[in-house]
Nanobody, 121 residues
Framework: QVQLVESGGGLVQPGGSLTLSCAAS????????MGWHRQAPGKQRELVAI???????NYADSVKGRFTISRDNAKNTAYLQMNSLKPEDTAVYYCNAAIRLPLLHGFSGYWGQGTQVTVSS
């Protein structure tokens, strides 16, 4: 059984910083892309940032220059460093990953349970 567990969410003032972590555990052969998505109340889930197994990254325009995605392949963990946070960054942040199980050839998508980030004074 594969699990993705996010941590690091919370309440922060505008202009502040938070770092989210996403740890994948279980019977994992390899992990391809890892990404962070977010969903604000009344809005659709949107991609925030994605990182390939080789370290290439891509960001939503709304977070470029403020957020940094990284990963530690040895720990099967992805991170999202969020700086200069704005009230509009308030959302539930979800981690997802494309994971290949042992003895299988293809990758399947897995999601974490989400972590709340609230930016408010």
């Amino acid at each position: 059984q594969v699990q993705l567990v996010e941590s690091g969410g919370g309440l922060v003032q505008p202009g502040g910083s938070l770092t989210l972590s996403c740890a994948a555990s279980g019977s994992i052969a390899s992990i391809n892309d890892m990404g962070w998505h977010r969903q604000a109340p009344g809005k659709q889930r949107e991609l925030v940032a994605i990182i390939t197994s080789g370290g290439s990254t891509n960001y939503a325009d709304s977070v470029k220059g403020r957020f940094t995605i990284s990963r530690d392949n040895a720990k099967n963990t992805a991170y999202l460093q969020m700086n200069s946070l704005k009230p509009e960054d308030t959302a539930v942040y979800y981690c997802n990953a494309a994971i290949r199980l042992p003895l299988l050839h293809g990758f399947s998508g897995y999601w974490g349970q989400g972590t709340q980030v609230t930016v408010s004074s």
